[in-house]
């Protein structure tokens, strides 16, 4: 791929649009032969709109697979406040409705892999590591973890319809004072409820951003622990170590899983093509 500013990859978090577009529909939504379909109806629909906001030249869907992998190695309880959709009745299973967006992706010509011994995250962040200087890179997705790949070539975009929004470095210097090389560090040390990631007791947001502007990373953090002036500040950090690097390990996106597909092969073009004219050729209309 060349160095040109007109390259644009675009990289879809498949579950989390999945999620956020089965939940977010209305109503449950039958067709004529019975089938819900509100699931597809809406990632379809929520992916060609973004797909006309970045105009990429370039485009990959990854999801997750239902598998161990190293972070759960790491802690048992990654992620164990998550619903075990196994046990969920079909109609309110986001999964059961996954074949149909499989097809559905197919029939528009979009790439798409679910991430094999690793997250969906991992294989994004080496995308987006790989190819930042070759191309813009915009990762569509409301997982906060991927604040930390953010610099002027890679965006995370959060779509909300009219109401999306593009985030840059700018967005977390605004929002926490920091940018996005300790978002990791940040992180670790205020915890994340949504993987069941546990920070240093009494430190929120504020006082983690405070921290890293003090001391720079988690590591120059933890060296310096006892010059923290704040007494149970201090105490918290001495005695949550080991969870804190844990947490690190947890959150931080490094680049090394492997990418299903060279980038040649993610060479795409939009055709125009309606959610209707998508629904109709897989049949589901």
Not at 5 to 22: A, E, P
Not at 26 to 55: C, E, H, W, Y
Not at 153 to 178: A, H, M
């Amino acid at each position: 791929m060349k160095n040109n500013n007109q390259d644009r990859l675009l990289l879809i978090d498949g579950h989390n649009l999945l999620f956020q577009m089965f939940f977010g529909m209305p109503s449950r939504i039958i067709n004529k032969d019975g089938k819900a379909i509100q699931g597809t109806l809406g990632f379809v629909g929520a992916l060609i709109k973004i797909i006309k906001m970045t105009a990429p030249t370039h485009l990959a869907v990854l999801f997750d697979k239902e598998q161990q992998n190293q972070r759960t190695e790491l802690l048992e309880d990654y992620k164990a406040n998550r619903i075990d959709y196994s046990a969920v009745p079909e109609e309110d299973n986001p999964f059961s409705q996954l074949q149909d967006i499989y097809h559905a992706l197919d029939y528009m010509g979009i790439q798409h892999q679910e991430a094999v011994n690793c997250e969906t995250d991992d294989v994004i962040a080496s995308y987006a590591l790989q190819y930042a200087n070759q191309a813009q890179v915009v990762i569509s997705s409301f997982d906060s973890d991927f604040f930390q790949l953010m610099n002027r070539n890679v965006s995370v975009l959060r779509y909300r319809g009219d109401n999306t929004v593009i985030c840059g470095p700018e967005f977390l210097q605004e929002k926490y004072g920091i940018s996005p090389c300790y978002y990791a560090d940040f992180k670790a040390l205020a915890g994340d409820s949504a993987d069941n990631i546990k920070g240093a007791e009494q430190v929120g947001p504020k006082t983690a951003a405070n921290l890293i502007g003090q001391f720079g990373n988690l590591e120059n953090i933890i060296l310096h622990a006892r010059e923290i002036s704040r007494p149970s500040i201090r105490e918290s950090i001495l005695r949550n170590t080991e969870r804190l690097r844990t947490n690190y390990k947890l959150i931080r996106l490094d680049g090394t899983a492997a990418m299903p597909f060279s980038l040649d092969e993610l060479r795409y073009s939009y055709t125009g093509i309606s959610t209707f004219d998508v629904l109709r050729g897989i049949h589901l209309k």
